[in-house]
């Protein structure tokens, strides 16, 4: 871990120790009184410590137990969590591998597609959960707040899964787009005759599609009341760990913070807080299929002779 300290990062010194003490066999109250004096006391370390020092690591183990007695995870006091508040944290990053599994079935359940609009958001589900695979893996063995660039496409996708089932039109926009990057829709000219990478025409029949899709033309059609005023919150503070901004770098070391720190509890909130979303608009899904299921069904049944039935 020493001489690994730049290749890990700073702030991801004391999860991966923490990972060498517990593949070692070391107790876990060993690794709290390191990480709570920065010091490893050992057969022939303990004969060049001054007393002051092995105190300190002794009352070390010591709060370790008495947390333990307490009902409490010792582990808590190097967050801003109280006892309580850090198992409700390390539940909702185990929950994160059950969002992973409920929509792998949500995808991988045989269905016919009904539309074009659901094969497109059956797309944009598979690469979610791609995603939510990579944040899992940083949960489990290197953190960093990266994780927070990676769920943006993830809540992007949710909006635009929201786009395909509330427009039905929608979903030729999306066909324009995969037939522009494939180079037979080209792009309509400007009039100085510049390329309007916005709008693509169909060579054919020379309709035009406009293929920039923005977020707040699905905020504005969107049936949930709480997707305006989560977009404005959550969308800014995404992008600024797409775009690092060098300001808040500069914010958080002026008072102290260093520039490097992550925070994974904030993190873990506001991924599961687009979890919920994604899993709500699965279940959507799942109802559109049943309408569609109930109204063939239905269709049947009429064409179907009463003495038959």
Known sequence: MIFDHYLNGQGNYWQLTQTIYRRAGV?????????????????????????????????????????LDEGQDPF??????????????KRLVKLIDSVIVALGFAYTNPKKFQSPASYFRYLLLIRSVKSLRTIHEMYSTRYDDDCLAIARPIYEAYLRMKLLRLDSGSSKRFE????????????????????????????????????????????????????????????PLLSGFVHP??????????????????DPIRAAVLVSTICVLLLSEVKESIRILSRSHEARLALRLESTPQDSI
């Open 245 to 262: 901004e060098f300001v808040q770098e500069l914010l958080k070391s002026s008072i102290g913070t260093e520039p490097y720190q992550d």
């Open 176 to 235: 324009a787009m995969a037939a522009h990057a494939a180079g037979l829709f080209p792009s309509k000219s400007k009039r100085n005759g510049d390329p309007n990478y916005s709008v693509c025409l169909n060579p054919a029949t020379g309709e035009e599609f406009n293929i920039n899709i923005s977020n707040k033309e699905i905020i504005k059609i969107s049936d949930s009341p709480l997707d305006g005023p989560l977009y404005y919150e959550l969308y």
């Open 76 to 89: 808590h006091v190097f967050t801003y969590l109280s006892g309580q508040e850090y198992e409700s944290y």
């Open 27 to 67: 107790p876990d109250e060993l690794f709290f009184a390191h990480r709570r004096t920065g010091l490893i006391v050992g057969e022939h370390s303990r004969e060049l410590m001054p007393e002051s020092d092995y105190k300190e690591w002794t009352d070390a183990i010591d709060e370790y137990f008495l947390l």
